[in-house]
């Protein structure tokens, strides 16, 4: 598994206006992370979760490596996961954004009940500055040439 290059003017949003843009930036995130003509392809019961968490300052460094952690271990061990990716805020360092994309709504159930998962959950709780929020997508099918 590589791990992706990011453009920081594709990444770079203020806290304010975040939510305002964030269809624009799940997009950009999807873009970064999957090959072109690629995305979503095939993918009827694909699902893809994008979290927000905001962390306490002095947690940051440890959330940030049981984070990598958990998600490494779960891209190594779990066929159903095809993306966790951790992305730290750019002017907001205890602000990060997972993009998870599972095969299917099996394999994101199979991920919660994995040994990271749960001691990643178990870990995390009282780290967060305020509550988090999870949102699910599903894939948009569009015919793209070649």
């Known amino acids: 598994m590589g791990y992706?290059?990011?453009e920081e003017s594709n990444l770079r949003r203020s806290a304010f206006s975040f939510w305002n843009e964030f269809p624009e930036v799940l997009l950009s995130v999807v873009r970064?992370?999957?090959?072109?003509?690629q995305a979503f392809r095939n993918s009827e019961s694909m699902i893809v979760i994008v979290s927000s968490?905001?962390?306490l300052e002095e947690k940051i460094e440890e959330f940030?490596?049981?984070?990598h952690e958990m998600a490494k271990e779960s891209l190594d061990t779990e066929e159903?996961?095809?993306?966790?990716?951790?992305?730290?805020?750019?002017?907001?360092p205890g602000r990060f954004l997972f993009m998870?994309?599972?095969?299917s709504e099996a394999a994101r159930?199979?991920?919660?009940?994995?040994?990271q998962f749960l001691s990643w959950r178990r870990a995390v709780p009282d780290w967060f500055s305020?509550?988090?929020?999870?949102?699910?997508?599903?894939?948009v099918h569009i015919d793209l040439p070649g």
């Open 4 to 6: 992706a290059i990011y």
């Open 32 to 37: 970064i992370f999957l090959p072109k003509r």
């Open 53 to 55: 968490y905001k962390v």
């Open 64 to 67: 940030k490596t049981i984070s």
């Open 80 to 92: 159903g996961v095809l993306r966790l990716d951790v992305l730290q805020g750019d002017g907001d």
């Open 100 to 103: 998870e994309v599972y095969k």
């Open 109 to 115: 159930k199979k991920h919660l009940d994995t040994p």
């Open 130 to 139: 305020q509550g988090s929020t999870s949102i699910q997508y599903l894939p």
